[in-house]
């Protein structure tokens, strides 16, 4: 595509510089000298918006027109970060905004640090959705995106002298620019109540008297796809919300005195459950799934119905993929809608049910595998339970004939057993495709967690590794790289990064390795400015200390950023920084590397051991900082409230990724494909998507692998062969660290003493009938201390260091979603790309044209 003009451009400033000043004066009766940094940013996004418009509708159109099947993704988490930069970007109007910034007076930077992102989500699993989006926009494959519209997000972090405070997270104090309430497209989800047989229709399908009523209300975002010319799509990111129905509001309850009750339905979508564990037996949030399923499934039904005469071509058109097992009760709920209201013969409406539905599984963990007590879930969705009772039964029925005389298999796989339902049996089954995150994961699925369901169904497991999208965590995120990297091989890897491969041709050269140091310390003072700022520790009653790191850009940043959780082993890196320290006192005038060691993360709240971990590292930091010999050579900082906006500033500096998880744990891991993409070296263990970041980067390029393999893992835990005590008493170096959790060395005082013993005690001792050191820290200690040696004299040789960066870099073309999406499209989907009619595009933007004649394009 031609370059615009610079006509073009002033034009276009022009433009929109008016319709900034028309929102400011008819929106907030401001003109612009007087505007705050709010009505400012506001008023700048609802102009942007306009043209957003354009491509939404005409990408809804077209799809609508060409009547495409279309995949409708359920997730119950979502972190899509900050739109308007990613906006601007994907709009390409960076030199237009450029230009309306000068003319109004305004800077980018504020701009765009104004908006506050939504922490719909957890960790990996709600930013992978997120990525999803932006990869089907891009793709411009036909999508719908469903979510909650939780009033509150992931919990504000604090940290308060090493203790991790939970702050409710206030995300619509000011208004939204970019979600759109759709009053018409609400619909009324139905719970609880008394099921009675109905007529005409299967068994199991029953009628609901007297149930609980509850409207959703979808609010609607943009996700706007990248194209190098205008033609992007716009998927819709459709999330539910129950708070502005004011019938949810149980007026009779109110009027027998059971407020608590009355107000339930109303706030079912207030909080969003901050725990990436086992949450078992919370009602509220068994609604929230439910309100999830059942309120899109309406909407899907609603979507196809406006071009279908009848629900024969269903199992065509539709394409629903669940987000781990949060939306599966949508296997039930589908199986009801089709045999209640559509009048299909069960057996049918299975084959549907089972052709449209994916599942994505994320954990290893057995134990974090949703289950939900029988009596809950039947007195919360008595028909659905109904159904599932039946599915089970054929089920059961089934494996009865094909394994006779095997209950203990039938039990094992039933969806019903033990008083619970099993909400991954129930995905398995009600699926075509299951998939895990990545080879090695679905690998382990096939072999442990799931091996009797992939025994009866082997073509039904397919592995599908994750990505990231390149384009906000590269191109968006660091854009000096960006442009370092576009010099050199053009920008086409924009749209489609396995031509990043082509980066390699310049790993060797001299004067690239030099310019990507220099990006590279560019990133790490731009995060040193914000560590020293905003990002200062707090002292006891939560007032921010003065900063406290000695060292500068030359110091090699190691960086773990991540949910703490104990598998992740945070705890295994704060073990070797006390070990640094002890060495440093030790031996204060040998000639070492400095670093400047960097965590973020929350813990759940509930988590005390994760939270133990976090006090653990403030101990250490405190200590180190504040040591006038060591902190010439070690700085430790824990970044409070880690979030995407967060982990753009963060990811971009790093010299080092830890991905240190017990190998086996983690189920893929998508942080360790940003740093590799934004150059840092990854300190890793033989897990999750690593091992296939290590094939594809190769191993001459991929220096620092460490740690016992999983099949060593889960040959100690079967045999219950590993000593935890005996490593500890056989290395010294490692005695005196684990010694230092246990005698006061750390701790300022008694709670703190109190709190780091029980880590000594949770690697040395066995508790409540578990093992000593669950996640083999004492294990893989001596391998990460000597890769953490090597990572030292490596750094020492800055060229040498930055032509593996540069290899590490081009070797991600794999790690886009955007390969990812195309496999979830050609494995389990069988979708394809629907590109933007032109004629309607064009039509759209002339009504455009037409109702405002000042635009130019
Ligand atoms: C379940 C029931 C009740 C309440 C909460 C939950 C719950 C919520 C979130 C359970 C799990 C999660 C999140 C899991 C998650 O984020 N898993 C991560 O998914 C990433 C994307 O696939 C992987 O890269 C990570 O390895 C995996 O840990």
Redesign the pocket.
């Known amino acids: 595509m031609n370059e615009p003009t610079q006509d073009i451009l002033e034009a276009e400033s022009d433009v929109l510089v008016r319709k900034i000043k028309h929102y400011l004066i008819t929106i907030f009766g401001r003109v612009l000298e007087e505007a705050d940094a709010d009505e400012y940013y506001l008023a700048f996004c609802y102009a942007m918006r306009e043209k957003i418009m354009i491509n939404w509708q005409a990408t809804a159109e077209t799809w609508l027109t060409r009547d495409v099947r279309t995949v409708y993704y359920l997730s119950?988490?979502y972190l899509p970060g900050r739109f308007l930069n990613n906006n601007i970007m994907n709009l390409k109007n960076q030199e237009v905004v450029g230009r309306v910034l000068k003319k109004t007076g305004r800077a980018l930077h504020d701009l765009v640090s104004h908006e506050y992102e939504p922490n719909l989500g957890?960790?990996?699993?709600?930013r992978?959705a997120s990525c999803f989006m932006d990869s089907l926009a891009t793709l411009k494959m036909p999508a719908r995106g469903y979510g909650l519209r939780y009033q509150y997000g992931l919990f504000e972090q604090q940290i308060w002298d090493g203790v991790q405070i939970e702050k409710p997270d206030l995300w619509l104090r000011t208004e939204n620019p970019w979600e759109f309430r759709r009053d018409l497209r609400k619909l009324m989800v139905k719970l609880c109540g008394t099921p009675i047989r109905s007529p005409n229709v299967p068994e199991e399908v029953y009628d609901l008297v007297d149930p609980e009523e509850v409207w959703a209300m979808p609010y609607d975002i943009p996700i706007l796809g990248y194209s190098p010319t205008n033609d992007f799509a716009v998927v819709t990111l459709r999330l539910w919300s129950t708070k502005e129905s004011p019938r949810n509001f149980q007026l009779q309850r109110y009027n027998a005195g059971r407020l608590d009750q009355a107000a339930e339905n109303t706030t079912l979508t207030d909080v969003l459950?901050p725990?990436?564990?086992?949450?078992?037996g919370?009602r509220i949030?068994l609604k929230q799934e439910f309100l999830l399923a059942s309120a899109s499934l309406q909407d899907i039904f609603r979507y196809y119905f406006s071009r279908n005469k009848d629900i024969s071509a269903f199992g065509d058109k539709v394409r629903i993929q669940i987000n781990?097992t949060?939306p599966a009760v949508l296997i039930a709920e589908l199986m009801r809608m089709l045999t209640k209201h559509f009048n299909v013969a069960w057996k049918q409406a299975w084959e549907i049910t089972q052709n449209c539905t994916g599942y994505t599984n994320?954990?290893l963990m057995t134990e974090?595998l949703?289950a939900w007590d029988q009596n809950l879930f039947r007195y919360l969705l008595p028909r659905q339970y109904k159904i599932i009772e039946r599915i089970n039964l054929d089920f059961c029925t089934m494996l009865r004939t094909k394994y006779p005389n095997d209950e203990d298999r039938v039990r094992r796989m039933s969806v019903l057993e033990n008083g619970q339902v099993r909400m991954a049996n129930l995905s398995i089954i009600g699926s075509h495709k299951v998939n895990g995150?990545a080879e090695l994961h679905t690998e382990i699925l096939k072999a442990r967690a799931f091996r009797e369901f992939y025994e009866l169904y082997p073509d039904r497991f397919v592995n599908i590794t994750?990505g990231v999208t390149h384009r906000r965590w590269l191109r968006n995120a660091n854009p000096d790289l960006a442009s370092f990297i576009s010099k050199r091989i053009g920008t086409g890897w924009i749209q489609d990064f396995s031509q990043i491969s082509r980066l390699a041709e310049f790993a060797a050269d001299e004067e690239s390795q030099k310019q990507f140091l220099e990006v590279k310390r560019a990133c790490k003072s731009h995060l040193l400015d914000f560590l020293n700022d905003e990002g200062r520790p707090r002292d006891a009653v939560g007032k921010q200390l003065p900063a406290n790191l000695k060292l500068d850009t030359s110091a090699l940043f190691d960086i773990q950023v991540k949910r703490v959780h104990e598998y992740k082993r945070q705890l295994l890196k704060a073990l070797h920084l006390i070990v640094r320290y002890q060495e440093i006192l030790e031996n204060p005038f040998v000639a070492r590397a400095k670093r400047l060691v960097i965590f973020s993360g929350k813990a759940a709240a509930s988590y005390e051991m994760a939270k133990t971990i976090i006090r653990l590292i403030s101990c250490i930091d405190k200590k180190v900082n504040n040591d006038p010999v060591a902190n010439q050579l070690l700085n430790v900082a824990y970044v409070e409230n880690y979030f995407v906006s967060r982990a753009e500033i963060i990811i971009p500096a790093a010299d080092v990724s830890e991905q240190i998880s017990t190998a086996g744990m983690?189920?893929?891991?998508?942080g360790n494909m940003k740093f590799s993409m934004n150059g840092a070296l990854t300190v890793g263990t033989e897990d999750?998507?690593n091992v296939e970041m290590r094939q594809a980067i190769t191993d001459a390029w991929w220096p620092f692998r460490f740690g016992a393999s999983s099949e060593e893992i889960t040959d100690m835990r079967t045999k219950n062969s590993y000593r935890a005590w005996d490593l500890y008493t056989g290395n010294s170096r490692l005695k005196r660290a684990v010694d230092a959790l246990r005698y006061r060395t750390l701790a300022t005082h008694d709670i703190e003493h109190q709190s780091l013993s029980a880590l000594y005690y949770s690697l040395l001792e066995s508790s409540w009938g578990s093992q000593p050191d669950r996640y083999f820290v004492l294990k893989d200690f001596d391998s990460y201390y000597t890769v953490q040696k090597r990572v030292e004299a490596l750094y020492q040789m800055p060229l040498k260091w930055a032509e593996y960066a540069i290899h590490n870099i081009a070797g991600m073309g794999k790690f886009s979603t955007d390969r990812a999406i195309s496999e979830y499209s050609n494995k389990i989907w069988d979708l394809t790309s629907a590109p933007l009619d032109p004629e309607i595009l064009e039509r759209v933007r002339a009504a455009y044209r037409e109702s405002d004649p000042t635009v130019v394009q």
């Open positions: 119950m988490e957890n960790g990996g699993l709600g992978l459950y725990s990436d564990v086992h949450e078992t919370r949030r781990d949060h994320h954990t974090a949703e995150v994750n983690e189920a893929s891991g998508t999750g998507a």
